[in-house]
DNA sequence: TGCACTCCTGTACCGCCGGTAAAGTTTTCT
DNA sequence: AGAAAACTTTACCGGCGGTACAGGAGTGCA
């Protein structure tokens, strides 16, 4: 029981990698169980095709990406009581992990579904909408907190603002891999920090 | 000589189309000369190998990409005077053409190759990081014209924040896919049109 | 001790796909 | 009319996703 999770986790390992670098359609079952050091009747064992494998690729990934928002946002609001404060806090925070990543983000699996959808059933489309979606309201939540506590300088909507956050991430992992510039996606993502600084900071 | 134009363009359109919705390894050749109406042969009279397609696909992309920018701020910057109006009217005019796409954004060939990187050689790689860096550089210049008339509330480098404009763009994508809302994609351009407009709006 | 269950391996096979090779045919330009 | 361009036809190769099924090794427990 334990020995065969194990072995899952190899190939969802090896899988992941693959994927974020050469695209679902370009990653075969072959390479997965060479690098995994098992038998292509051992993959299909724990997966019943390509299918069910993006699947647990997928649900593995968005678990383990809303828990290290959890982490990272809820100790930015342990570092301050003020909503505002806290957010930037995060943002920060969020951007020097992206920062000490030593080969650059490896990409988001959400992102490489998405933009090959037809590729795959409406089951995983329909897991991508509701990871996009808890992005929303995570960060909604924090902008209708802090809009609590400060006026905004313009009207901007909180759900618009949050996908703000989801927006800047994607768009930054894509032009940090096209421009071969790491950094680039920490950058982008403090360029927005600066924005929301700006929008909630009282007239002078 | 034109015929041969003609079916290469045929190939490359049902090409583009696959390859947005599918990805570079989930579009099989078979298909492309199916939907074109030639045989295998002729398929290869055109592109040596898959690769080559590839070229010709991301090629084709970014100077359509170049003509459609050109159009849209070269008629901006007629419409105004002020650099930071037309800045503002472009970001206005391409929020309104991204809105007006029947199906949402087909997705960006870019960001589709660049996170399939591994999949692809070294030149389409590096055609990959020039169309990032024209992006930069095109923005990039209209931002310092505006930092000539208008002084920013916040410090910000001018090719940040010109990366910031193909950052929403590749983000807004990538989310409207994602959601299946296409008009996300210009919401979040409109937001960020509001961030600039705010950061060079002269403090009260 | 033995049985069941999990976790695999081995073997054989199928059709699709990317790609090659080479000869032949039609269409188009000059 | 002739050359060059733009294909078609046929035949083939190895890799890959996937199926089927038999067998075996390690583990837990009754």
């Not at 902008?143 to 400060?150: A, P, S």
């Amino acid at each position: 029981m334990r020995k065969g999770e194990e072995t899952r986790a190899k190939i969802l390992d090896a899988a992941e990698a693959a994927v974020l670098a050469k695209g679902f359609g370009g990653t075969s079952i072959d390479e997965l169980i060479v690098e995994t050091g098992i038998t292509k009747s051992g993959f299909f064992y724990h997966f019943r095709d390509k299918n069910e494998l993006a699947k647990a690729l997928l649900e593995r990934y968005i678990e383990n990406d809303e828990r290290i928002y959890d982490e990272i946002f809820g100790r930015a609001r342990e570092l301050a009581d003020d909503p505002l404060q806290a957010f930037l806090i995060g943002l920060k925070l969020l951007a020097e992990l992206l920062s000490d990543l030593p080969n650059g983000h490896p990409g988001c699996l959400v992102a490489t579904m998405c933009t090959q959808e037809r590729a795959f059933d409406r089951e995983i489309q329909e897991m991508n909408r509701q990871a996009a979606l808890m992005w929303r309201r995570r960060f909604a939540a924090m902008f209708r907190d802090i809009m609590q506590v400060y006026r905004p300088r313009e009207a901007l909507d909180a759900d618009q603002l949050a996908d703000m956050v989801s927006t800047v991430l994607e768009g930054g992992i894509v032009l940090s891999k096209a421009l071969k510039e790491p950094q680039s996606l920490p950058d982008q993502l403090l360029v927005f920090r600066s924005f929301v600084r700006l929008l909630f900071q009282p007239a002078a």
